[in-house]
Antibody, heavy 121, light 108 residues
Framework: EVQLVQSGGGLVQPGRSLRLSCAASGFTFDAYAMHWVRQAPGKGLEWVSG????????AYADSVKGRFTISRDNAKNSLYLQMNSLRPEDTAFYYC??????????????WGQGTLVTVSS | EVVLTQSPATLSLSPGERATLSCRAS??????LVWYQQKPGQAPRLLIYDTSNRATGIPARFSGSGSGTDFTLTISSLEPEDFAVYYC??????????FGQGTRLEIK
C-alpha cells in the first residue's frame, strides 16, 4: 500500500522559513516523480512544485519561484519543500503527491494527508 | 497559463440522479485533462485521467469525456458517498499545472 506521511507544518511568522517533509513507503520511491500541491483554507487546489525521479527536472509555480525549493532524498524515500521568505498568502494545507508513472506525467495518483502551514505574526 | 473554468459552481442533486460536471480550458489541452474528488478534511482522490481513463478502484458510474477545450465528468447514478467537491486539472502545458476552481456536488 502506498503511504505518504507528511510532517513539518505549523505557525510561522512572515519572512521566516519552514521545511516540509513527505516520507514515502509502499512503492519504489526513486522511480517516480513527486509534487507539492497546496490549498488555502476553504479554497481550491494550487500546484506548487514538482521534481522528477532523479531531480533532473524541477519546476515551480510563479507564486513560489525563488522562495521555495523542492528536493528529494531517494536513499531516505523522502520528499522535501524548503519554504523561505514566507508570506501570509502562503497559508494553506500542503499536500505531497506521487506521480502516476515513472515519467513526469503530472497526474497525482496518491496524496499525503496534508499539513497546515500558517503564516502570521 | 491554461485557465480551467468549472461549471456549475454548485450542483444540487438527489441520490440516484445523474450528475454532469463541466470543465472548460482557455486553450487546447488535447486529451490531457484529469479529474479529482475531494471530501471534507481529506486529500483529493484521483478519479479520471486523460479525459476518460478511470483510475484504479474507481467505480464504473464515473466517466469522463471531451477533448480540446471542453470536458465533462458524468456520474451516472449518484451514491451518497459521491457528494463532494470535484476538481479538473490540465497536464498538457506545464509548468504550471493548473486546476479548475471546483464544483461542489451537494445533496438536494
Amino acid at each position: 500500500e502506498v503511504q505518504l506521511v507528511q510532517s513539518g507544518g505549523g505557525l510561522v511568522q512572515p519572512g521566516r522559513s519552514l521545511r516540509l517533509s513527505c516520507a514515502a513507503s509502499g512503492f519504489t520511491f526513486d522511480a517516480y516523480a513527486m509534487h507539492w500541491v497546496r490549498q488555502a483554507p476553504g479554497k481550491g487546489l494550487e500546484w506548487v512544485s514538482g521534481i522528477s525521479w532523479n531531480s533532473g527536472r524541477i519546476a515551480y509555480a510563479d507564486s513560489v519561484k525563488g522562495r521555495f525549493t523542492i528536493s528529494r532524498d531517494n536513499a531516505k524515500n523522502s520528499l522535501y519543500l524548503q519554504m523561505n521568505s514566507l508570506r501570509p498568502e502562503d497559508t494553506a494545507f500542503y499536500y505531497c503527491g506521487k506521480d502516476f508513472q515513472n515519467l513526469v506525467t503530472a497526474i497525482f495518483d496518491n496524496w499525503g494527508q496534508g499539513t497546515l502551514v500558517t503564516v502570521s505574526s | 497559463e491554461v485557465v480551467l473554468t468549472q461549471s456549475p459552481a454548485t450542483l444540487s442533486l438527489s441520490p440516484g440522479e445523474r450528475a454532469t460536471l463541466s470543465c472548460r480550458a482557455s486553450q487546447n489541452v488535447g486529451p490531457y485533462l484529469v479529474w479529482y474528488q475531494q471530501k471534507p478534511g481529506q486529500a483529493p482522490r484521483l478519479l479520471i485521467y486523460d479525459t476518460s481513463n478511470r483510475a484504479t478502484g474507481i467505480p464504473a458510474r464515473f466517466s469522463g469525456s471531451g477533448s480540446g477545450t471542453d470536458f465533462t465528468l458524468t456520474i451516472s447514478s449518484l451514491e451518497p458517498e459521491d457528494f463532494a467537491v470535484y476538481y479538473c486539472q490540465q497536464r498538457s502545458n506545464w509548468p504550471p499545472i493548473t486546476f479548475g476552481q471546483g464544483t461542489r456536488l451537494e445533496i438536494k
